[in-house]
C-alpha cells in the first residue's frame, strides 16, 4: 500500500473548523482516501473516504486535491469528543485482501 | 456500538504463560481481523480471516496463532508469553474480505504480562 505523510499533532479550539492534511504523493489510480479515527481508550472507527470528488458526510468532510496527492480532512465544529488520533490511509481496491495498513496518524486536541 | 465484542476487556498473566481472545463480528460480517496496539508500535496487522479461511498475514509471531470458527467467531491464541506481548488487542469485522468494506472494530482486550 502506497504511504501517507502526516503531522504528528494538531490543536484546535472548540466549535472551531479544524483541516487535518494528509499527504500521499505515491497514490495509484486505485488507490481510495480512507480516514479512520481513533478516541482515548476505544477502537478504530470509521470517519470517511474518496476516491476524485470531495465527499461530505455527517461527520466530516473531504477534500482531495486535483492530482490526488493530497487530501484533507475537515471537520467543520470541533467538539471536545473530537479529540482522538486521526488515520489516513490508502486502500487499493484492486487488492485481494482488506486489511489496513495504520500509520503513525495525528493527534489532534481540542481546546474548550 | 460497532456489533463487535471482545472478550476478555482487561486480562493480566505472567511470563510463560498462554492467553485466548475472543472476537465476535457484526452480524453477518464474514471477514475477522485481529490487530496489536502497543505504545512504541502503533497499530499493528497481525491476521485476517475470510468465511473461516485465513487471507492474510501481518506482523504476526509465531508465538500466535488464530482462528475462525464455523459460526464465524475467531480467537487468538498468546502462547509463552513475554513482558513485549503486553498490549491492546483488537478485533475488526468487515462484510468483504476485500479492500471495498468498512471496518468495524471492537473496544479491544487489553493484556498485560507481568
Known amino acids: 500500500d502506497a504511504k501517507t505523510t502526516q503531522p504528528n499533532s494538531m490543536e484546535s479550539n472548540e466549535e472551531e473548523p479544524v483541516h487535518l492534511p494528509c499527504n500521499h504523493s505515491t497514490i495509484s489510480g486505485t488507490d481510495y482516501i480512507h480516514w479512520y479515527r481513533q478516541l482515548p481508550s476505544q477502537g478504530p472507527e470509521y470517519v470517511i473516504h474518496g476516491l476524485t470528488s470531495n465527499v461530505n458526510n455527517r461527520m466530516a468532510s473531504l477534500a482531495i486535491a486535483e492530482d490526488r496527492k493530497s487530501s484533507t480532512l475537515i471537520l467543520h465544529r470541533a467538539t471536545l469528543r473530537d479529540a482522538a488520533v486521526y488515520y489516513c490511509?490508502?486502500?487499493?481496491?484492486?487488492?485481494?485482501?482488506?486489511?489496513?495498513?495504520f500509520g503513525k496518524g495525528t493527534k489532534l486536541s481540542v481546546k474548550p | 456500538d460497532s456489533g463487535v465484542t471482545q472478550t476478555p476487556k482487561h486480562l493480566i498473566t505472567a511470563t510463560g504463560q498462554r492467553v485466548t481472545l475472543r472476537c465476535s463480528p457484526r452480524s453477518g460480517d464474514l471477514s475477522v481481523y485481529w490487530y496489536q496496539q502497543s505504545l512504541d508500535q502503533g497499530l499493528q496487522f497481525l491476521i485476517q480471516?475470510?468465511?473461516?479461511?485465513?487471507?492474510a498475514k501481518g506482523n504476526i509471531l509465531e508465538r500466535f496463532s488464530a482462528q475462525q470458527f464455523p459460526d464465524l467467531h475467531s480467537e487468538l491464541n498468546l502462547s509463552s508469553l513475554e513482558l513485549g506481548d503486553s498490549a491492546l488487542y483488537f478485533c475488526?469485522?468487515?462484510?468483504?474480505?476485500?479492500?471495498?468494506?468498512?471496518?468495524?472494530f471492537g473496544e479491544g482486550s487489553r493484556l498485560t504480562v507481568l
Open positions: 475488526a469485522s468487515s462484510a468483504r474480505q476485500t479492500n471495498t468494506g468498512e471496518l468495524f
Open positions: 490511509i490508502l486502500r487499493d481496491y484492486g487488492g485481494s485482501q482488506g486489511n489496513l495498513i
Open positions: 480471516y475470510y468465511n473461516g479461511e485465513e487471507r
